[in-house]
């Protein structure tokens, strides 16, 4: 039974950094895709970064964080991370974690088998 749960959302100022994390289980980060994606108030759902199961572990960025966000895995703790640095107000967003056989940041073919739940990030000005 593949699950994740995502956490470590909050409220910093702009310039702040973050942490999100992603525990998962049922499913191996050798075997599946993971990423972050979000939603921002009125707006639909984006990619933000991933790591492919396929690539030898490629990461992805979309070009709005790419620079500031970082996203890592733990294989010994089954958690994904997105480190997000310098955030900006305009990341505000939930943030949800899902995986998949493949992943694509830019709604391309179906949308992700699984997903966490959100975790709130906002960024004040």
């Known amino acids: 039974d593949v699950q994740l749960q995502a956490s470590g959302g909050g409220l910093v100022q702009a310039g702040g950094s973050l942490r999100l994390s992603c525990a998962v289980s049922g499913f191996t980060f050798d075997a599946y895709d993971i990423g972050w994606f979000r939603q921002a108030p009125g707006k639909e759902r984006e990619g933000v970064s991933l790591?492919?199961?396929?690539?030898?572990?490629?990461?992805y960025y979309v070009d709005s964080v790419k620079g500031r966000f970082a996203l890592s895995i733990d294989n010994a703790k089954n958690t994904a991370y997105l480190q997000m640095n310098n955030l900006k107000p305009e990341d505000t967003a939930v943030y949800y974690c899902?995986?998949?056989?493949?992943?694509?940041?830019?709604?391309?073919?179906?949308?992700?088998?699984?997903w966490g739940q959100g975790t709130l990030v906002t960024v004040s000005s």
């Open positions: 899902a995986a998949d056989r493949f992943l694509n940041l830019y709604g391309v073919g179906p949308p992700p088998e699984y």
């Open positions: 790591i492919s199961s396929t690539t030898d572990g490629t990461i």
